[in-house]
């Protein structure tokens, strides 16, 4: 059974810095893509960031330079370091684990974390 546990949200000022944890169990993490999307109020949940199974990254254009994501397959973990963090980012963050065995697409989720950006 697909486990994923979100740690590292709160409340931060404009300007401040938040790292997100995942961490996985119940999967081989090395062989999934990981990926971060939030959700904020009245909005549709959007991507983030996704790192590859073999490291690549891609970000959503409006976290690009701010947001780094990263991985420790030893860990089983995915980090999503966010800087310079604005109040647009305020949000319940979800982290993602993804399978693709072609034509199949396999999902998994997390509960979420709240980041709440405010002064």
């Known amino acids: 059974q697909v486990q994923l546990v979100e740690s590292g949200g709160g409340l931060v000022q404009p300007g401040g810095s938040l790292r997100l944890s995942c961490a996985a169990s119940?999967?081989?993490?090395?062989?999934?893509?990981m990926g971060w999307y939030r959700q904020a109020p009245g909005r549709q949940r959007e991507l983030v960031a996704i790192?590859?199974?073999?490291?690549?990254?891609s970000y959503a254009d409006s976290v690009k330079g701010r947001f780094t994501i990263s991985r420790d397959n030893a860990k089983n973990t995915v980090y999503l370091q966010m800087n310079s963090l604005k109040p647009e980012d305020t949000a319940v963050y979800y982290c993602n684990a993804r399978r693709t065995i072609w034509p199949k697409q396999e999902d998994s989720w997390g509960q979420g974390t709240q980041v709440t950006v405010s002064s």
């Open positions: 119940g999967i081989i993490f090395r062989i999934y893509d």
């Open positions: 790192i590859s199974s073999g490291g690549s990254t």
